[in-house]
Structures are given as C-alpha cells and as structure tokens.
C-alpha cells in the first residue's frame, strides 16, 4: 500500500491518574481496534489549576497511536473509560511517518479482527 493511499495518523495524548487505569484504558482501546498502540509513561506530577484552585497530582502520560478517522471515536472511548471527570485528551496529528509505521498503524486499526 503506498503512502497516497494510508489514512492520516495521529496521536492522542492522555493522562490517567495510575499506571493501572492506563494499561486498562490501553488494553480496551486495542480491544475495540481503536489504536496500534498505547505508550505509557509511568509517571510524572501535573500542576494545575481545577474549580478555583491550584492542585498537583501524580499522574501517568498515556500515547496512543491510532488514524486521524478514529480520533473521535477513540476520543470517545477514553473519556467513558476515564476515572476523571474532565480528562486530557489531547490530539496531535502527525504530518510524517516512516512509511512501513503508518502501513501497521493503518492495518491494526482498520482490520477487521
């Protein structure tokens, strides 16, 4: 498949509040055929500003790798899968990959297993 012909990529950035709420919210996203492939990076502290005051919390930074037709969904998915009641889901689009990645990424979200 050439490159003309794969669907855009992108990226969904999320944080979750433990390493396990990421593997699960990950794990049912692979599940549903929704992403290639979550990265998970176990921990860091997030300073913010939540109902009129200023928090900190340590959270995890979930990647997930899927294309840009299922961001939506997935999207979706993440916020009725979350613990939190506002979660970051951010999407970040990828304006180049190595062919070979976005054929994989491409055929792990759009087979139907």
Request: aromatic content about 6%; hydrophobic content about 40%; overall charge negative.
């Amino acid at each position: 498949m050439g490159a003309a012909y794969l669907m855009a990529i992108s990226l969904l950035y999320v944080t979750t509040k433990d390493i396990e709420e990421a593997r699960r919210i990950s794990l049912t996203l692979l599940d549903r055929n929704l992403i290639a492939c979550a990265n998970i990076l176990p921990q860091m502290e997030s300073i913010y500003r939540w109902k009129g005051e200023i928090e900190s919390s340590q959270e995890c930074i979930l990647v997930l790798k899927t294309v840009r037709a299922k961001v939506e969904e997935t999207t979706a998915a993440v916020i009725e899968l979350h613990s939190y009641e506002t979660p970051c889901v951010l999407e970040i689009p990828v304006g180049h990959a190595a062919e070979g990645y976005m054929n994989w990424i491409n055929g792990e979200v759009t087979s139907t297993r």
